[in-house]
């Protein structure tokens, strides 16, 4: 069995005032302003699972094709703790492109790791033709079974729709957080929709860094940060006048 791989999980890493400068998340999607960054997102419950108060998953792998001739499959690992997976025997496979489709329980045999990836065994899959009838589908847990996070954490996934306000200028709305980019920079940075967005202009790309977070809310999606003057300028659109600036140098 190949170990593990290094640290880069969906489940518990998250804001930490005692820590290095820099963001981080785990397994279940959390995050931290010391830590890697998770990718892991909350899926919504299908339609035919809809209710007032729809269930939210958590995915921690994608089935990608049949792997021998018993019934097992490789995966793309979407945690960044697959050594959890010893810990987790009930798992829900949800059928992506199939709207409407209950999320099916299976219970997880076996599973090794095959160079990046993994190999999964369930029970009651046993032949090709069961293997292949789940190629596509995501595995997913419960989100009330995200693991604990120290205090002082949070989910990426709980970040993800928080409203960015900027105490530097008087609590302005800077926008909502949509996606945490974590492979551009050394630093992981919070994609943030802009609330002033015109027609053709980019998302703001915000370090997610002790120096600048005061406040995470999860609860109420709300996410307090003291910005540098200039920053949210970084990621601004060329105006018409420096268009023509630049042609006429050009």
Not at 12 to 24: H, I, L, N
Not at 121 to 138: H, P, T
Request: proline fraction near 7%; glycine fraction near 6%; hydrophobic fraction near 40%.
């Amino acid at each position: 069995m190949e170990s593990p791989r290094p640290t880069n999980s969906r489940e518990q890493q998250g804001y930490s005032a005692s820590e290095p400068p820099v963001a981080s998340v785990a397994e279940d999607g959390a995050a931290s302003a010391s830590a890697p960054l998770d990718r892991e997102r909350l899926a919504a419950a299908p339609a035919a699972q809809a209710s007032a108060q729809p269930p939210s998953w958590v995915l921690v792998a994608r089935l990608i094709r049949p792997h021998g001739r018993r019934g097992e499959l490789v995966a793309e690992i979407l945690t960044d703790f697959p050594e959890r997976f010893h810990e987790r025997s009930r798992l829900f496979l949800i059928p992506t492109e199939r709207v409407g489709s209950r999320p099916r329980e299976v219970l997880l045999e076996n599973f090794w790791f095959l160079r990046s990836r993994m190999v999964m065994k369930f029970q009651g899959v046993d032949s090709i033709n069961d293997a292949e009838a789940l190629r596509g589908f995501e595995v997913a847990i419960p989100a009330g079974e995200r693991a604990p996070l120290e205090a002082g954490s949070v989910y990426v996934s709980d970040l993800i729709g928080c409203r960015v306000v900027d105490l530097n200028r008087d609590e302005a709305d800077v926008g909502e957080v949509v996606d945490v980019d974590r492979d551009s920079s050394s630093t992981e940075l919070l994609v943030v929709r802009r609330r002033d967005r015109r027609e053709g202009d980019q998302d703001a790309l915000i370090p997610f860094v002790r120096d600048y977070t005061v406040r995470v809310d999860a609860a109420h999606r709300l996410l307090e940060m003291r910005l540098p003057e200039g920053l949210l300028e970084i990621n601004a659109p060329i105006s018409e006048e420096e268009k023509r600036e630049a042609a006429e140098r050009g």
